[in-house]
């Protein structure tokens, strides 16, 4: 009864600059990720309010030689029907899907997978999410074999990094990612305004 998010939500890309134009220019294009790692499953992720964070990310991507020219595209976003992992409903849906996951994996005699480490990263972090990936997809696919309504929008908080002072409980990567399921849901993209700090 409450998972429609009535709201606008601004959400921030990181993108190649060329990526950031088509964005904006052409109405009919949307990118999405479909890694068997992606953190809340496949779509097109958003940083919530935060571009400088989505900057970040661009420019870590350029110095492992994945993006050129990093860019950031701002998106109006309404999340409607959101899998939003900031409430117990929810949690408590993927928890089940988690159980319902493992049983069929177990019946086609399938590993479950785990999340990880990336190779070059010895931190806390296992930023490839192949098992929360999986178990989103399934109960993604659940709720459609039971012809339940499809959802729009994945939304979820992630502590990252390392705490920002000694003994802080606030870490410096915290942040919170859309993934859009449905493009519809993205009124449209803009070029925003970074400020830099």
């Not at 499809?150 to 410096?172: L, Q, W």
């Amino acid at each position: 009864m409450y998972a429609s998010r009535s709201n606008l939500v601004l959400g921030f890309h990181g993108c190649e600059l060329s990526e950031q134009s088509r964005l904006i220019n052409d109405p009919s294009y949307v990118r999405s990720s479909n890694n068997s790692y992606d953190w809340l499953g496949h779509g097109m992720y958003f940083w919530e309010n935060n571009p400088q964070r989505a900057m970040s990310w661009a420019e870590q991507k350029k110095k492992s030689g994945t993006l050129k020219e990093p860019a950031v595209v701002g998106a109006v976003l309404y999340l409607n029907r959101c899998v939003d992992l900031l409430d117990s409903t929810n949690i408590e849906l993927l928890r089940k899907s988690f159980i319902l996951f493992k049983l069929d994996s177990e019946k086609l005699d399938k590993p479950v997978p785990s999340n990880i480490n990336h190779p070059s990263d010895a931190g806390k972090d296992k930023v490839l999410r192949f098992l929360d990936c999986a178990v989103i997809e399934y109960t993604h696919s659940f709720l459609k074999s039971k012809n339940e309504p499809p959802f729009d929008s994945v939304r979820a908080a992630f502590v990252e990094g390392e705490p920002i002072y000694p003994g802080a409980g606030f870490n410096e990567k915290t942040h919170i990612q859309i993934c859009i399921i449905n493009p519809d849901s993205i009124k449209g993209f803009f070029k925003p305004r970074l400020k830099h700090y």
